[in-house]
Nanobody, 123 residues
Framework: QLQLVESGGGLVQPGGSLRLSCAAS????????IGWFRQAPGKEREGVSC????????NYADSVKGRFTISRDNAKGTVYLQMNSLKPEDTAVYYC????????????????WGQGTQVTVSS
């Protein structure tokens, strides 16, 4: 089964940093845009960031611009989300998913969802 596997979540204090990883299992990442999404309890899933298949184009939600950076290493089959200056409102389960080539922040455009990794920002 083609899938993505997230890792790197955890508990961090406000102002801290985490780096999430999204690794491809049983397929090649090269041809896919990869998006990061998050869902907090009682809230809808929202788009956080996306990187195109080539890595030449990235999108960010306004709420994370200047704090989060998405990158990819196709040789390693992995996409990263570097999260700095974390805030309590960043607390959520973070998911990655894929779509063809071009980026989007609409979760309905994506498939092959991972199982998610929990990020908790709290003192």
């Amino acid at each position: 089964q083609l899938q993505l596997v997230e890792s790197g979540g955890g508990l961090v204090q406000p102002g801290g940093s985490l780096r999430l990883s999204c690794a491809a299992s049983r397929f090649t990442l090269d041809y896919y845009a990869i998006g990061w999404f998050r869902q907090a309890p009682g809230k809808e899933r929202e788009g956080v960031s996306c990187i195109s298949s080539s890595g030449g184009s990235t999108n960010y939600a306004d709420s994370v611009k200047g704090r989060f950076t998405i990158s990819r290493d196709n040789a390693k089959g992995t996409v990263y989300l570097q999260m700095n200056s974390l805030k309590p409102e960043d607390t959520a389960v973070y998911y990655c998913a894929r779509k063809g080539y071009v980026c989007s922040l609409k979760w309905t455009d994506f498939g092959s969802w991972g199982q998610g990794t929990q990020v908790t920002v709290s003192s």
